[in-house]
């Protein structure tokens, strides 16, 4: 695997009050496969997603559904968080440029490094992994770049996260694949620990893969997120987790995790202190 694509950066710190605490945020330069934001869409298709969701011309998030065409309404179920401001920031992979809406407002409106090297894994691995028409679900999807990248790449993607993340997250999403991909991706809510057999019940719902990027920092929900992970794993599921380790909890959860998954090591950045891991439920 190639690695030089994120072990050869250096990843500064920086001091912004407003930024989250669970990590530095990146400078445009140095982010991996990151475009510099300009003033206008990167290519054509994404300048016609735009025209898709906004009849108007105005930008930013969809709040006002009258401003919606009438034919995105039943895809548009989510009204995105009104924080005081967004960003647009673009991203290359599997050859398609990607704007993604993020705000440093909230841990889930931001693009983590772990998402980076995880969407760079599948980029260089999509054969192997056999991603066309492959059911997917991203456990922590925050502004969606994992999930795009994954529609792009051919498969049926269900994103999920907290109640407060899914508007921006199904913005990013319809932005970035309708009419660009075999599979228009789903956003569904996922509470940690909170009524899986009731909403992702095992006789109706498997998955070939399971994703998740830095969804492992300073939190209390760290039991609630690996219960989480086995109860989405069926025998065969592949589960794919990408994450910056930061903090000593981190690794305690990783002791607990290889404790229930067969684990191995796919990928180490040892600058960036990113590892993704490859995890397979162990059955008895």
């Known amino acids: 695997m190639q690695t030089a694509w994120l072990s050869a950066r250096s990843w500064p710190l920086l001091s912004s009050p407003a930024a989250p605490v669970m990590d530095v945020c990146l400078p445009s330069e140095q982010q991996p496969a990151h475009l510099q934001e300009g003033p206008s869409p990167p290519d054509s298709q994404i300048e016609v997603d735009e025209e898709a969701l906004h009849t108007d011309g105005s930008s930013g998030p969809p709040g006002d559904s009258n401003k919606i065409e009438p034919s995105l309404q039943s895809l548009l179920k989510f009204v995105p968080a009104n924080y005081a401001s ?8 599997a050859g398609k440029k990607i704007v993604i809406q993020e705000s440093i407002e909230s841990y ?8 980076t090297a995880l969407c760079q894994y599948l980029e260089e691995h999509t054969e192997e992994l056999n991603l066309q028409d492959a059911k997917i679900l991203e456990i922590g999807a925050g502004p969606g770049l994992v999930s795009i990248v994954a529609s792009i790449l051919g498969a049926q993607v269900t ?11 199904q913005y990013n999403l319809l932005k970035n694949t309708l009419g660009r991909t075999a599979h228009l991706p789903e956003v569904k809510e996922l509470v940690w620990g909170e009524s899986l057999e009731q909403n992702f019940p095992k006789s109706t719902f498997y ?5 998740a990027s830095d969804v492992v920092y300073h939190h209390y929900f760290l039991d609630k997120l690996l219960a989480t992970m086995v109860y989405l794993c069926q025998p065969g599921t592949v589960l794919l987790w990408a994450n910056k380790f930061r903090f000593s909890t981190d690794y305690e959860f990783l002791d607990k995790f290889k404790q229930v998954f067969d684990t191995t090591l796919l990928a180490e950045f040892p600058e960036s202190s990113i ?4 995890g397979m439920l162990k059955w008895d």
């Open 207 to 211: 998955y070939d893969y399971v994703l």
């Open 275 to 278: 590892k993704l891991f490859k």
């Open 159 to 169: 994103a999920t996260d907290m109640p407060d993340v899914l508007g921006n997250l």
């Open 86 to 93: 967004y960003t647009q920031e673009y991203y290359l992979f």
């Open 108 to 115: 889930g409106a931001v693009v983590w490094p772990g998402a």
